[in-house]
């Protein structure tokens, strides 16, 4: 199974790993979420969306859809 | 002669550059909109000494050069337009000291443009609390500028920054890394093609048509169409791009920047636990949503109170000591009331951008957008479209100012066009006349009034037929925006008081000089309508003494009856008349219509025309509720207010856009006539056709 942000669990951490640009947009890419960063989830919204994360220091709060196309290791 | 610098203040959303722009320029700065857009352009003036005055120009806050919606796209016009007559002698790139890396993209990108930049750290205050250090001359010498640690907060560091203002002409203007190397065979390609070009500039000229769509106020036009690389291999360099500029910062960060995690203090993660838990946080958003809720209800029911008191007398004693005629008329009865009209707005708008700027500045409005997202979005809404809807329920017109916090235009403009559905505390005297009038004082289950379930049924029907018609208009309206969403969760901070200040200040003031003027205008208006008329209208005084003249009245009854024939033979009393045919298949005579058609001014006119064209002498509410009761329908026969006619009348108020006010202020915020000429006959229509349907039901 492919695991990505959205499957993480709270506190649970990973490692971003490389994405194609066709299903990242690039104002994510900016505020941090870039391959080799590290993402932990903070908090979920009720019906676990949206996502409150911690990329690289940055807390960003992102859609389900969005998280679930991005892979990462976990650690 | 006096020096001018044109200043450009850039930085991403939460570095604290209002509080920098505010510390600038105190309340020396105007907003207003960019041409055509509905964009807010803030700008300000600062005198440094005697010699040099420097224009101030507040850009949105964005997060990159890479332009996502209408407000990024126009930090990039301007600063990719030489010719505009702000674009910047100098930049400002505003950073939160604990985001250093990630504001510092935006920071690259400017430097690259050839721009002469200074970096403004903000918030270094809070260097101690999170063990921070820096190494402010080797960051200095790594990004090729100077650096001005400050604390908006505590006022520090703002002279040095002032000083590298006004000798911004000593700033490197060098690139701190060279875009090209991403593509260095792109980028060749792209020199040959344009020679004498830079060539960072053409390539966000460029990546823009890609991103966004293209620029329209450019030196560079005809760039755009340089295709030589498909969208997709474009997107992979920009990519690339900020890959490179992250590596970059970094780099710089390792050598310059220094954070003692042991010995940061957190404050977030415990706040967070408990504002944004699945239970919690939902308990203490509707607790602050009812407080706001009570404040704009409520509390600015005192000022109000004593404004409407004010004026009123205002009025008497310009009636009083002014000589009699046309224009004291004017003075006392169209042009002060219509001020009134305007002034008493202020407490509502004020209380609510209170709350909402203490929100926003706190940093918990990014919170209330996480918890709400999943709900407003189905609608096409914003988490944040929660307040103004809440707040539309005491007034229409504080709660479409409050949409500007918004970002999104789309999920902006569908809050702003559904908001005057949710009931308003104008439909209340309406509401509440036609319901003690047409609904059985009777309890459901013995301990419910019937009464009171109605009225809730009105709130609950304003509320669903403002998300319903969310929800529609999502579906129909075709306008591109951003479709994805990225909310950052700034940290918590305890908000400025005197940015907060100046929100309220500016919000009233944008509110009293913007639709004030179209508010004035339009009272005005619907005064000499009914102040004046045609024909048997200037001979009312002669007819009804003639007409009562055998009945003995006291001079305030014939006063009374006077007033009453003025109205009906006045323009406005035409228009009811002409419009009769039009209203009776909705169980309502020509008395109702003048009264539907003067309250367009304000809903709650509807009780007060009533009592004039009833020769009611007192808007108490009984008085007028027995003399309502006791009107005969002249076509059917019967009381003319029964339950059919009177549920017409209840959903004809619920639906219909009867505010000139929150036009008004439509027009304002939308930028354009189109929007509220749409939600009038929009609204109207669906009005119409929903009283009509429950009268001829119902009867
Ligand atoms: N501690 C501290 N907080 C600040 C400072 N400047 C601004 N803030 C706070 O940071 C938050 C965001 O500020 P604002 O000016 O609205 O940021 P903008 O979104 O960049 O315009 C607010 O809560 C401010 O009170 C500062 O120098 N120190």
Redesign the pocket.
């Given at each position: 199974m492919v695991i990505t942000i959205a499957s993480l669990k709270k506190g649970q951490r990973g490692i971003i790993k490389e994405f194609s640009i066709d299903v990242v947009p690039l104002k994510l890419l900016e505020m941090g979420c870039l391959p080799g960063n590290e993402v932990s989830l903070v908090q979920m919204a009720p019906f676990n969306d949206p996502l409150y994360l911690n990329i690289n220091g940055s807390h960003l709060a992102i859609r389900k859809e969005t998280a679930s196309k991005i892979e990462i290791e976990l650690i | 002669m006096a020096k001018h610098i044109n200043v450009a203040l850039i930085?991403?959303?939460?570095?604290?550059?209002?509080?920098?722009f505010n510390r600038l320029t105190g309340l020396n700065q105007k907003v207003g909109n960019y041409p055509g857009i509905t964009v807010e352009k803030k700008q300000g003036t600062c005198k440094f000494g005697r010699a040099c005055k420097v224009h101030i120009l507040d850009l949105p806050?964005t997060y990159s050069l890479n332009a996502s919606s209408l407000d990024e796209n126009v930090v990039i016009e301007l600063l990719l337009n030489k010719n505009d007559k702000d674009f910047p002698d100098v930049a400002v790139v505003?950073a939160d000291v604990e985001n250093l890396k990630r504001n510092l993209l935006l920071f690259t990108q400017i430097k690259d443009l050839g721009i002469p930049a200074i970096l403004a750290i903000?918030?270094?205050?809070?260097m101690k609390r999170k063990a921070i250090t820096l190494d402010i001359p080797l960051l200095e010498e790594k990004l090729q500028t100077k650096i001005a640690l400050?604390?908006?907060?505590?006022n520090l560091g703002f002279d040095y920054l002032k000083e590298l203002i006004e000798n911004y002409n000593q700033l490197s203007t060098k690139p701190c890394l060279n875009a090209s190397r991403i593509s260095p065979e792109y980028f060749d390609r792209l020199r040959k093609a344009f020679p004498n070009q830079d060539l960072y500039k053409l390539w966000l000229v460029i990546t823009q048509d890609v991103n966004f769509g293209k620029l329209d106020r450019n030196e560079l036009k005809g760039v755009a169409s340089f295709q030589t690389e498909s969208v997709s291999n474009l997107k992979r360099l920009q990519q690339k791009e900020t890959v490179a500029r992250y590596q970059f910062i970094n780099e710089t960060l390792k050598q310059t920047l220094h954070i003692d995690t042991a010995n940061a203090k957190d404050l977030r993660s415990r706040l967070d636990r408990i504002l944004t838990h699945k239970v919690w946080g939902y308990v203490i958003f509707f607790g602050i949503l009812l407080l706001i809720f009570q404040a704009i209800f409520d509390w600015s029911a005192y000022p109000m109170d004593f404004i409407d008191s004010t004026f009123a007398s205002l009025s008497e004693w310009t009636k009083n000591t002014l000589p009699a005629g046309d224009f004291t008329n004017l003075i006392a009865e169209g042009i002060i009331p219509g001020l009134g009209g305007i002034v008493i707005f202020i407490p509502q708008i004020a209380f609510l951008f209170l709350f909402i700027s203490i929100l926003?500045?706190?940093?918990y409005m990014s919170r209330v957008v996480f918890l709400m997202d999943r709900v407003m979005r189905r609608f096409g809404l914003s988490g944040k479209s929660v307040v103004p809807l809440v707040a539309g329920t005491a007034c229409a017109i504080p709660a479409i100012m409050a949409t500007r916090n918004i970002e999104n235009w789309k999920e902006r403009l569908i809050t702003i066009l559904v908001t005057p559905f949710t009931t308003c505390s104008a439909r209340l005297p309406v509401y509440l006349i036609i319901i003690a009038l047409v609904i059985p004082d009777t309890r459901v289950l013995g301990i419910f009034s019937l009464q009171g379930l109605t009225l809730m049924f009105m709130y609950i029907l304003g509320f669903g037929a403002a998300i319903f018609s969310a929800y529609l208009l999502d579906k129909i309206l075709k306008i591109r925006s951003k479709s994805f969403f990225v909310v950052e969760m700034?940290n918590y901070?305890?908000?400025?008081p005197k940015?907060v200040i100046i929100t309220v200040v500016e919000k009233t003031k944008a509110f009293v000089f913007g639709a004030g003027k179209i508010i004035l205008a339009i009272s005005i208006i619907l005064w000499v309508m009914a102040s004046y008329g045609p024909g048997n209208f200037n001979d009312a005084e002669e007819i009804i003494t003639n007409e009562y003249a055998s009945q003995n009245l006291s001079e305030e009854e014939i006063e009374m009856h006077i007033d009453s024939y003025k109205l009906e033979h006045s323009y406005i009393g035409r228009i009811g008349h002409a419009i009769e045919p039009a209203v009776r298949p909705l169980g309502y005579d020509w008395k109702i219509g003048i009264a539907i058609v003067s309250s367009f001014a304000a809903r709650e006119v509807f009780v007060g025309t009533l009592a004039t064209i009833y020769s009611v002498g007192s808007e108490e509410e009984e008085t007028i509720k027995n003399r309502m009761a006791a009107e005969i329908n002249p076509v059917l026969g019967g009381p003319l207010f029964n339950f059919a006619s009177g549920v017409s009348l209840l959903l004809f108020y619920a639906f219909a856009m009867q505010c000139m006010s929150t036009l008004a202020i439509v027009k304002k915020e939308t930028n354009s006539w189109k929007w509220p000429m749409w939600q009038l006959f929009v609204m109207s229509a669906i009005a119409y056709v929903v009283a009509l349907a429950a009268y001829q039901f119902l009867k």
């Open positions: - | 930085g991403n959303p939460n570095t604290g550059k209002t509080s920098v806050g505003v903000n918030m270094s205050d809070r400050i604390s908006s907060r505590k926003e500045e706190t940093g700034p901070k305890l908000p400025l940015n």
